[in-house]
């Protein structure tokens, strides 16, 4: 395996007991995988039963192999009735910036508007009774 075909994944699963993990990794070690970190396993409630199950226990394994394995991997992790869901993907790469093909534009902040013209409070003039209202809306629809 050389080190430059070498890439890096991340594996985040629901299993429904502690002792599953060991398999997901011998999986993992079957397809000459080197595991580079394990992440605790805690048991959560799920928002909806998965293979109806309303609990499971979720954890992720940091591994290193070659891409053409890792199709492989996933065939085999999607058989095991063990797995209730597993996701497979690269890490971010953190700790590097790629430098940006163009420049970075800076927000300035934006400063509020005053009115030019202060607001005035709308104030009827007159009551007008229902005759007269009738009277003033047959004016208008003439």
Same mark, same amino acid.
């Given at each position: 395996?050389?080190?430059?075909?070498?890439?890096?994944?991340?594996?985040?699963?629901?299993?429904?007991?502690?002792?599953?993990?060991?398999?997901?990794?011998?999986?993992?070690?079957?397809?000459?995988?080197?595991?580079?970190?394990?992440?605790?396993?805690?048991?959560?409630?799920?928002?909806?039963?998965?293979?109806?199950?309303?609990?499971?226990?979720?954890?992720?394994? &940091?591994?290193? +192999?070659? %891409?053409?394995? $890792?199709?492989?991997?996933?065939? =085999?992790?999607?058989?095991?009735? /063990? *797995?209730?869901? &597993?996701?497979? +993907?690269? %890490?971010?790469? $953190?700790?590097?910036?790629?430098? =940006?093909?163009?420049?970075?534009? /800076? *927000?300035?902040?934006?400063?509020? +508007?005053? %009115?030019?013209?202060?607001?005035?409070?709308?104030?009827?003039?007159?009551?007008?009774?229902?005759?007269?209202?009738?009277?003033?809306?047959?004016?208008?629809?003439?």
């Amino acid at each position: 395996m050389d080190e430059k075909d070498v890439k890096n994944y991340e594996i985040g699963f629901l299993i429904k007991d502690e002792s599953d993990a060991q398999e997901i990794i011998k999986t993992i070690g079957d397809y000459k995988a080197t595991i580079t970190n394990e992440g605790p396993i805690k048991r959560i409630q799920l928002a909806y039963p998965i293979k109806k199950q309303t609990s499971a226990c979720f954890g992720y394994i &940091f591994f290193s +192999i070659l %891409p053409e394995n $890792i199709i492989k991997l996933n065939d =085999s992790l999607k058989i095991n009735s /063990k *797995i209730l869901r &597993f996701l497979i +993907i690269t %890490p971010p790469i $953190i700790g590097t910036s790629l430098p =940006s093909s163009r420049p970075v534009r /800076k *927000i300035s902040p934006v400063k509020p +508007i005053k %009115p030019t013209q202060p607001i005035k409070k709308f104030e009827p003039t007159q009551i007008l009774s229902n005759e007269a209202l009738e009277r003033k809306l047959e004016e208008i629809l003439k």
